[in-house]
């Protein structure tokens, strides 16, 4: 794979940054909350008003969070294990301030070096989350803040994986997905890795305990969506209104207790 320059982590405190606006309007809002997502992630790093130095730790292809990102105006660095992911990111487009990168081949950052880190759909897979929370902390400045979204381990998203291995066993899954929709939607995953299995399953209060653990307090949560994942989908492309449908699926999730939402978002300081 042939690496992409370096971008500089030095930042101007004078130069301006613009909302995501203008990326939101490039891809549509899915039953996963993907439009959702980026505008509260905006909404959490908007308020320091300068230039943010970011990491984004997992970040697929880079196209709902941090090329939105970079193109706001921060100074980004996506990192992702899967070498694929990575490459389809490099040869998407070129700014001056953003890289990409395979977690493995680098060392990614110095202690202090980030103004805000990202962990969007990751600590689940992993066996020992706590190493990589504890990774973060060296890594974030003082101020700095975390931003971390986790399935909710007994929500939606995770019940309708568990049906979805029973209906691979059965030999069913293949026939429902296998039935073409009435509008057939773009693909907007953000990601090529699909061979990661969940290893975690978390509770609100086992997420609180590991955050702690590890440093970090959170300062704001917030749901995604209320129901998402294997299937979701396929309904809400045959159901009419989808539009709308999906716009109420987040909007019920942000009414609801945080504990029946599918995915959650939390926003951490250090303690």
């Not at 320091?48 to 697929?60: E, K, N, Q, S």
């Not at 890594?139 to 691979?168: F, M, V």
């Not at 300062?219 to 109420?248: E, N």
Request: glycine share 6%; hydrophobic share 40%; charged share 20%.
């Amino acid at each position: 794979m042939n690496p992409a320059p370096p971008v500089t982590s030095t930042i101007d405190n004078d130069s301006k940054v613009v909302s995501v606006k203008h990326s939101v309007a490039n891809f549509a809002e899915t039953s996963y909350g993907i439009v959702k997502r980026l505008q509260i992630i905006d909404d959490w790093l908007v308020s320091a008003g300068r230039p943010l130095h970011i990491l984004d730790y997992g970040c697929g292809t880079g196209e709902h969070v941090t090329f939105p990102l970079a193109e706001a105006g921060h100074v980004v660095l996506g990192v992702d294990v899967h070498e694929r992911s990575i490459e389809q990111a490099r040869s998407s487009k070129r700014l001056p301030n953003l890289e990409f990168r395979v977690s493995t081949s680098q060392p990614i950052g110095k202690e202090n070096d980030f103004d805000a880190i990202i962990c969007s759909e990751v600590l689940e897979h992993l066996a020992a989350p706590a190493d990589l929370l504890a990774f973060f902390y060296s890594r974030l400045n003082a101020d700095g803040r975390l931003i971390i979204t986790t399935p909710n381990g007994r929500g939606a998203y995770e019940i309708l994986c568990a049906l979805e291995r029973y209906l691979h066993r059965v030999g069913l899954h293949q026939v429902i997905r296998s039935m073409k929709s009435p509008a057939e939607a773009k693909d907007t995953k953000g990601f090529l890795n699909t061979d990661s299995r969940h290893v975690q399953f978390f509770s609100l209060k086992q997420l609180n305990m590991l955050f702690n653990h590890a440093g970090f307090k959170v300062i704001d949560r917030r749901p995604r969506t209320l129901v998402c994942g294997p299937y979701a989908d396929l309904l809400f492309q045959w159901l009419p209104f989808r539009d709308t449908l999906i716009r109420l699926n987040s909007i019920i999730a942000d009414k609801l207790p945080m504990r029946c939402a599918a995915d959650w978002m939390f926003l951490l300081s250090k303690m």
